[in-house]
Structure formats: C-alpha cells, structure tokens
C-alpha cells in the first residue's frame, strides 16, 4: 500500500513533491494501460470505470464524482461541482473522449483545483490511439497563491 497523502494546507516541502510526483507517475502509467487496452472512441465514463480499476489494483486511494461546494465572496453557494476522480485526496483527475483538448477544459480543471484547494490535476483525453504529452494529457498545478481562501 503506498502512502501518497499530501497536506492540502500548506505549501509542499521537498518530501511531499516526490510523493506527488511519485503519485504521477503511477497515475500516467494507468491512464496509458487503459487507452492501449481500450483505444479511442468510447463514452468517458467506461474510461473512469477502467481507470477506477488499474487505479485500485495499485492499492490508490479513489474517490469517483467526488462533490465540492463552491465559495464565493463569503458565503457558500447552493450549487456545488463534481470532479471525476481525486486520487489519494491530493490529485484530481479529470477525463474526456473528445476530439481534442481546449484551452476552456484546462481552464476549468484549473478552477477546479482553485476550489478544492488540491494541488495536483490530470487531465486526459481518451480519445485517441496513441496518449501524447501536451495533446491529450496535461499536468496542471495550482500553485499555493491560487487557492480560494476560506
């Protein structure tokens, strides 16, 4: 069982960026088992479900449409948002089958991130036969100063 959980609170001390960066990488390596085994052009959801698998064999912590509220200003509002996946409390992974990832998909990943107050997202886009960095899957850091105050 590996023990990847990372102090949301404050900023990251060189121990924990390894552990983040360790949690990556056993992240990536999933996402690549699922999209040579699958390929391209399925519904998002039955990538989660396969991601959700190789995930939990390699004893992560996995959380599926985990629900966040959203604060605003001062008040929290009645409407909350849904991530995909948060991995071992300390990265969320957002997955897509789409013809190609856009700005406004990082974007909102990034808001995501700010919201939670997690430092870590993936984001992935399973439709397509070869994964390649900066096209279909991204690292995206929310760095310290980014994170909403509550």
């Keep these: 069982m590996f023990n990847l959980s990372i102090n949301l609170n404050a900023p990251l ?5 390894i552990l983040e960066n360790k949690l990556s990488f056993l992240i990536r390596k999933a996402i690549f088992e699922v999209n040579k085994n699958l390929g391209p052009g399925l ?3 039955i990538y989660e479900e396969a ?13 599926r449409q985990v629900v966040f509220p959203v604060f605003y200003k001062d008040i929290y509002l009645q409407k909350t948002f849904a991530v995909d996946m948060v991995i071992n409390k300390a990265v969320i992974i957002e997955s897509k089958s789409v013809e190609s990832i ?7 990943l990034l808001n995501y991130l700010k919201l939670s107050g997690i430092q870590l997202g993936i984001l992935i886009n399973f439709n397509t036969n070869y ?11 929310n760095s310290i100063n980014n994170r909403i105050k509550k």
């Design 13 to 17: 001390n060189f121990a924990e960026m």
């Design 43 to 45: 519904n998002e959801s």
């Design 51 to 63: 991601l959700n698998y190789e995930l939990l064999k390699m004893n992560l912590n996995v959380e």
């Design 102 to 108: 856009n700005e406004i998909h990082k974007s909102q």
């Design 131 to 141: 994964i390649l960095d900066k096209r279909d899957i991204f690292r995206i850091v």
